[in-house]
C-alpha cells in the first residue's frame, strides 16, 4: 500500500514568500505493525491548514531494554507489545491458534463501526432469547421488541458481553448471520490477520469448541486496530453505563466485565473471554509515564472469573518494569 504525502515548504526570498509543494510517497507492507499503519494513515489525514515555515518531528523514544520475562503467567499463549513502536516484547506461542472466546466481540464491533452510522436504531429480534440460551452465552438482557442504537448495542456487547448484543447487530449489519460473518473474515484478512477465522460474532463455540479461533498475533493486531476508533476506546474504558429508559426500550445498566478497568492503574480496555475450551482469555491495554502496552493472555486456568486479568496483570508489571536505553 502507497501512502501519498504532500508538504508546503515557504521561504522568503528577497522579502518575496515563495512556496514550493513537495509530493511523495510512502511504501506501506501488508504486514508493518498496525501502529505503524495507523500512523501513516493519520499523517495523510490530518486537514490541510496554512503552510508552515518550518516542519518538526517528535524525536522517538529509545526502544524499551528487554529483560527477563514476566514470572508465574500461566496460560496457553500470550503476548506483550510496545503499542506506540510495534516492538514485542514477550510473547509464548505467538502463531499458536487458538478459541478465544467473547475476544471474537472486537472485531464484530470493528465492523459495525466501519460500516455505521452509529445513530442506526436497530430493533432486538424475537430470536435473540433462544439464541442466547442454545449456547449458553452471556446475555446483556435485551427486551425483544426493543429498539436501541447500534452504538448503544455496542455498548451492551462489549461491557457485559452481551451475545445477544452481538447478535442482534449481526442480523441487522449482514444483513444476516452468514453476510455478517463473511464481513468479519474479510477485514481480518485485510488488517492481515491470516491466522484467524470467525464463524460467530460472539466466540460462542458454534459449530465447534475451536471453529472460532486465532492467535496472540493476529488479536494484538486487532487489538490496535479496535483501539485506533475513538468509539470503541471510550466504550471499553467505561466501568459502566446506563441507558435510562426511552421511546422504544426499557431501562438498562451493564457494567465492564473486564476487571482490569477501574482496579489496574493505567488500564483502558479491551476485552475478555471465555468458553470451556478457551478458558480465560484477556485482550488488554494500560498506559502509564507514557508508556502503552498491548498484549494478549488466551488460555488462562479456570480458577475463578479473574484469572485473565490476573494473567494479564503479572504481564503488565513486568512490562512496565522495564527500561529505555
Known amino acids: 500500500m502507497h501512502i501519498p504525502f504532500r508538504l508546503t515548504v515557504t521561504a522568503a526570498i528577497g522579502g518575496v514568500a515563495v512556496g514550493a509543494l513537495i509530493t511523495w510517497s510512502v511504501a506501506i507492507p501488508a504486514h508493518a505493525a498496525p501502529s505503524t499503519r495507523a500512523a501513516a494513515v493519520a499523517l495523510r489525514e490530518k486537514p490541510r491548514g496554512h503552510a508552515q515555515p518550518m516542519v518538526s518531528a517528535t524525536p522517538a523514544k529509545p526502544p524499551l531494554i528487554v529483560t527477563g520475562a514476566p514470572s508465574n503467567v500461566q496460560l496457553k499463549a ?3 507489545e510496545d503499542a506506540a513502536t510495534g516492538t514485542l516484547l514477550w510473547n509464548q506461542g505467538l502463531n499458536t491458534e487458538l478459541p478465544m472466546g467473547s475476544i471474537t466481540k472486537v472485531m464484530t464491533a470493528l465492523v459495525v463501526i466501519d460500516s455505521g452510522p452509529l445513530t442506526r436504531e436497530i430493533q432486538v429480534p424475537q430470536a435473540v432469547i433462544a439464541y442466547v440460551n442454545q449456547y449458553g452465552g452471556n446475555s446483556a438482557g435485551l427486551q425483544p421488541g426493543d429498539v436501541l442504537t447500534a452504538q448503544e448495542l455496542l455498548e451492551a456487547m ?6 445477544d448484543a452481538a447478535y442482534t447487530l449481526a442480523m441487522a449489519y449482514g444483513p444476516g448471520m452468514p453476510a455478517f460473518l463473511a464481513k468479519m473474515n474479510a477485514m481480518a484478512r485485510k488488517l492481515g490477520m491470516l491466522h484467524t477465522e470467525f464463524t ?3 466466540g460462542l ?3 465447534t469448541e475451536y471453529s472460532t479461533f486465532s492467535t496472540p498475533a493476529d488479536l494484538i493486531t486487532l487489538g490496535q486496530a ?5 468509539v470503541f476506546s471510550a466504550i471499553v474504558a467505561q466501568q459502566n453505563y446506563t441507558l435510562p429508559a426511552g421511546p422504544g426500550h426499557h431501562a438498562y445498566s451493564w457494567a465492564n466485565d473486564n476487571s482490569l478497568i477501574g482496579s489496574y492503574p493505567g488500564a483502558d480496555g479491551i476485552k475478555t473471554g471465555y468458553t470451556n475450551a478457551a478458558l480465560h482469555c484477556l485482550l488488554f491495554e494500560a498506559s502509564r509515564d507514557g508508556l502503552t502496552l498491548i ?3 488466551l488460555g488462562a486456568p479456570a480458577t475463578g472469573p479473574d484469572s485473565g486479568a490476573q494473567q494479564a496483570a503479572q504481564i503488565l508489571n513486568w512490562g512496565f518494569s522495564l527500561r529505555r536505553t
Do not use: E
Open 78 to 80: 500470550g503476548a506483550l
Open 158 to 163: 462489549l461491557l457485559p458481553s452481551g451475545c
Open 200 to 202: 460467530s460474532p460472539d
Open 205 to 207: 463455540p458454534y459449530p
Open 226 to 230: 479496535a483501539m485506533a476508533s475513538p
Open 295 to 297: 498484549g494478549v493472555v
